[in-house]
């Protein structure tokens, strides 16, 4: 039985982990590193970056280098935040034809899916180069607070990137799983997550190895990012007041002057004080311009501080949702990189009245309980259950635009609710049903997940029809819709006619692409190898003629250089199978040279 | 630990879904309190959740999360007191077996109300015979019961609590 890995797909790292000999290991990239950074990068040569050398080459390329595209994903391209999103990327957001929010490199849009598909490609390679064959089976994490539509889109990378989805969990669930395993203490837990993009908390009660969330709360729209730009915002601010220009428009500046107030940010999380140096960030008539400037840990923390006050609304509905007051909660726990700012940590001591656990690693947290949670799933570990929560209400739109709430925000999942429809017609033979989700009281306020149709209703009196509809929400927290006639106890047909993200249709043609790209990829990797070989061997061979001239006959001497020629010649074009085959031969002439120089010399070496 | 029910059992169930309340379903009896029903819940869960039942083929897996889903329903109506009221009034009162969260919600919520009292005079009385029925004191508390439901005639709660404390006089 292949292993499952557990895979924290991040707005700004990901991590992968590995379950075995029943415990998760968290799983290094081949560049040494235990993350990786969720961003990838399309060259002007037409090669694909992933991970820590896409990150380096943002500065001079950054109109291709695709960063947080987790804040894109299962969102409209009208939507408030893909707006705010847009107005700071260096990349162009487009709207594709159903109105989701893409990504445009060049002369081609990619879905926020496929973007993370290439990240979730990154993270799989990884586990398999460490286990030793191909991994498949895999557990993902998302934000708790992600809608219906943002889990099935991150459902469908994972399966466009040729893995197979065993489930989608929630970050701080799986945090708590991590935290909580082999632990036969009973007790509860807040699990307080702030990231690069998201923030979750979420509450849960630990006892006997039943692992039951009591509520969930979060913002899938503050996170590190939001910090960062702030301070950008402010350098930006402090050096047209000083210079008298505005670096806005200069993508290059830009993302210099991002990555350093990120670094900045970092620094002052241990230090008071930080220099920013960003030397030749822009010239006018008098020169070249430098930008330096100081920033202290009061200045940032007067920065952020709308941003830190928008974590508290959360933590106390999640609390009050709970039914939990904050003395009873035993242990606080930080996962997230940015939960290392100590104005966070304050704010979380206010917030809960206790100073958090210190004891975990917050960046690998989340991977390490995605694994576990994969081998609960395989039934290697059979001591725990987990029972998540729906983040979010789930509702349909009744009469003047009202939404309804049929499964309320919080309610165990797998679970279902039925709700009895009727015509409001003689004869109607048609009911339609706009389903959302969210907790506004208008419908269209809400997020539409579908609108369905139920026909083929029989003719009668209007009301007399009950259409019994059944909302149903599985593991995963994706939702589905069926409908029972009660009438006739038969099954009512639905008609979907409208839904978000990407077809049945639309993820098979990817899946095929991106197995063309795995292909094309290791082709591409195939003639780079081959390359090297043919430069070796070129250099061994001259090495050869030159050292032993006088045993080699002209004759010979001739056909290996025009083979060592041919090679040259071949080695700076793309065709592999001809370059292959002048490597082939030009191998067999040095062959048989070294043979017979071997015959003729071999015999003082042997002695 | 999976479902231990054998595989037609577990597809017989599954059918008979729609027969069952939400009491039957947890196997609890009406009056079960809430850390029974927690309890229980735990217990069908570890059989029932679609966790632990991965290994099953796909046709016994959809009839483990049919009962699953059910069983979290019943889990969300009946681990609130004042929602596990409603449904056994709605049960009681023959309106089938399956009741929205939402309506158990509500109803636990208008009972609330209720029972502190509609209008301002009846929840005055109300406290007033809530502090004297603490101290035992059960013919001023009846009295001031009284008074309330004058205000509130049709409050089936202090009329349920006259009626207790009149009989704690004798
Ligand atoms: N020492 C530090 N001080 C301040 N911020 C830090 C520090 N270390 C990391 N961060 C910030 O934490 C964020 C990344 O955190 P993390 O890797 O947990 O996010 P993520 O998992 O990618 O995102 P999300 O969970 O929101 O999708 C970045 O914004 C980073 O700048
Ligand atoms: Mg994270």
């Given at each position: 039985m292949g292993k499952v890995i557990g895979i924290d797909l991040g707005t700004t790292n990901s991590c992968v982990a590995v379950f075995e000999n029943g415990e998760s290991h968290v799983i290094a990239n081949t560049e040494g590193a235990r993350t990786t950074p969720?961003?990838?990068?399309?060259?002007?040569?037409?090669?694909?970056?992933?991970?820590?050398?896409?990150?380096?080459?943002?500065?001079?390329?950054?109109?291709?280098?695709?960063?947080?595209?987790?804040?894109?994903?299962?969102?409209?391209?009208?939507?408030?935040?893909?707006?705010r999103?847009?107005?700071?990327?260096?990349?162009?957001?487009?709207?594709?034809?159903?109105?989701?929010?893409?990504?445009?490199?060049?002369?081609?849009?990619?879905?926020?899916?496929?973007?993370?598909?290439m990240i979730l490609s990154k993270m799989k390679d990884t586990a398999s180069d460490y286990i030793g064959e191909p991994v498949e089976d895999v557990v993902v994490t998302v934000p708790a607070y992600f809608d219906d539509s943002q889990r099935q889109a991150t459902q469908d990378a994972g399966k466009i990137a040729g893995l197979n989805v065993l489930r989608i969990i929630n970050e701080p669930t799986a945090a708590a799983l991590s935290f909580g395993l082999g632990d036969s203490q009973n007790r509860k837990l807040a699990v307080f997550d702030l990231g690069g993009g998201t923030f979750d908390i979420s509450i849960l009660e630990i006892a006997n190895g039943v692992f039951e969330v009591r509520s969930t709360n979060g913002d899938t729209y503050l996170g590190g990012e939001d910090f960062d730009q702030e301070i950008c915002s402010h350098i930006l601010n402090e050096f047209k007041a000083e210079h008298g220009l505005d670096l806005r428009t200069d993508k290059m500046a830009l993302q210099r002057i991002k990555e350093a107030s990120e670094r900045a940010k970092h620094e002052l999380s241990s230090c008071e004080e930080t220099d920013v140096n960003l030397p030749f960030i822009a010239a006018d008539e008098s020169g070249p311009k430098h930008l330096t400037t100081t920033l202290t840990r009061e200045k940032l923390e007067e920065l952020v501080r709308d941003l830190v006050e928008r974590l508290v609304s959360p933590c106390k509905l999640a609390l009050e949702d709970a039914g939990l007051r904050r003395e009873e909660i035993d242990e606080v726990i930080l996962v997230g990189g940015m939960t290392r700012m100590p104005i966070v940590e304050r704010k979380v001591v206010e917030i809960f009245g206790k100073a958090p656990n210190k004891g975990v690693n917050p960046d690998e947290i989340v991977a390490s309980g995605a694994a576990i949670q994969g081998g609960v799933l395989k039934g290697e570990v059979s001591s725990v259950l987990l029972l998540d929560v729906t983040p979010l209400s789930l509702g349909v739109e009744t009469q003047g635009g009202v939404a309804t709430k049929i499964i309320e925000r919080n309610t165990?999942?797998?679970?279902?609710?039925?709700?009895?429809?009727?015509?409001?017609?003689?004869?109607?033979?048609?009911?339609?049903?706009?389903?959302?989700?969210g907790e506004r009281e208008m419908a269209a306020d809400n997020k539409t997940l579908g609108r369905f149709d139920l026909v083929g209703i029989p003719t009668a009196p209007r009301g007399v029809p009950q259409i019994e509809v059944s909302f149903e929400i599985d593991a995963d927290g994706v939702v589905n819709v069926s409908a029972k006639d009660?009438?006739?106890?038969?099954?009512?047909?639905?008609?979907?006619?409208?839904?978000?993200?990407?077809?049945?249709?639309?993820?098979?043609?990817?899946?095929?692409?991106?197995?063309?790209?795995?292909?094309?990829?290791?082709?591409?990797?195939?003639?780079?190898?081959?390359?090297?070989?043919?430069?070796?061997?070129?250099?061994?061979?001259?090495?050869?003629?030159?050292?032993?001239?006088?045993?080699?006959?002209?004759?010979?001497?001739?056909?290996?250089?025009?083979?060592?020629?041919?090679?040259?010649?071949?080695?700076?074009?793309?065709?592999?199978?001809?370059?292959?085959?002048?490597v082939d031969e030009l191998s067999a002439l040095t062959y048989k040279m070294t043979e017979q120089l071997y015959a003729e010399l071999g015999g003082d070496d042997t002695e | 630990m999976a479902s231990e029910l054998a595989p037609t059992e577990i597809v017989a169930l599954a059918r008979l879904i729609d027969e069952l309340d939400y009491y039957q379903l947890l196997h609890l009896r009406r009056g079960a309190s809430i850390s029974e029903v927690k309890q229980a819940y735990h217990f069908s869960s570890r059989a029932f959740h679609p966790d632990a039942n991965r290994h099953l083929s796909a046709n016994l897996q959809a009839a483990v999360a049919t009962i699953a889903r059910r069983i979290t329903e019943a889990y969300s109506?009946?681990?609130?007191?004042?929602?596990?009221?409603?449904?056994?009034?709605?049960?009681?009162?023959?309106?089938?077996?399956?009741?929205?969260?939402?309506?158990?919600?509500?109803?636990?919520?208008?009972?609330?109300?209720?029972?502190?009292?509609?209008?301002?005079?009846?929840?005055?009385?109300?406290?007033?015979?809530?502090?004297?029925?603490?101290?035992?004191?059960?013919?001023?508390?009846?009295?001031?019961l009284q008074t309330a439901l004058t205000f509130e005639p049709d409050n089936e709660f202090f009329k349920a609590q006259l009626k207790e404390a009149r009989e704690k006089i004798r």
């Open positions: 969720s961003i990838v990068a399309f060259t002007p040569s037409g090669e694909k970056l992933v991970g820590q050398i896409a990150k380096r080459q943002a500065v001079t390329n950054p109109e291709n280098t695709i960063f947080a595209v987790k804040r894109l994903i299962g969102r409209k391209h009208d939507s408030d935040e893909v707006k999103f847009s107005s700071f990327a260096p990349f162009k957001v487009e709207k594709s034809e159903n109105g989701d929010a893409w990504v445009q490199v060049k002369d081609r849009a990619y879905s926020p899916q496929e973007i993370s598909a165990t999942i797998p679970t279902s609710s039925g709700q009895v429809f009727s015509t409001t017609e003689d004869d109607q033979t048609v009911v339609s049903i706009h389903v959302v989700q009660l009438g006739s106890g038969k099954s009512q047909a639905i008609r979907v006619t409208a839904s978000g993200g990407l077809s049945e249709q639309d993820i098979e043609s990817l899946v095929t692409e991106a197995e063309q790209h795995t292909q094309a990829d290791r082709d591409r990797r195939d003639l780079v190898e081959l390359r090297n070989k043919a430069d070796g061997l070129v250099y061994s061979t001259e090495r050869t003629l030159e050292e032993f001239a006088e045993n080699v006959t002209a004759e010979d001497r001739k056909q290996l250089e025009a083979a060592i020629e041919k090679t040259r010649a071949s080695v700076k074009g793309d065709d592999a199978v001809a370059l292959r085959a002048v | 109506v009946l681990r609130d007191p004042g929602r596990n009221k409603a449904y056994l009034q709605h049960l009681e009162a023959g309106h089938g077996v399956r009741m929205q969260l939402s309506e158990a919600r509500a109803e636990a919520g208008r009972r609330a109300v209720e029972q502190k009292g509609r209008t301002p005079q009846g929840r005055q009385y109300y406290n007033l015979a809530e502090a004297e029925l603490r101290r035992e004191d059960f013919a001023a508390a009846a009295r001031n």
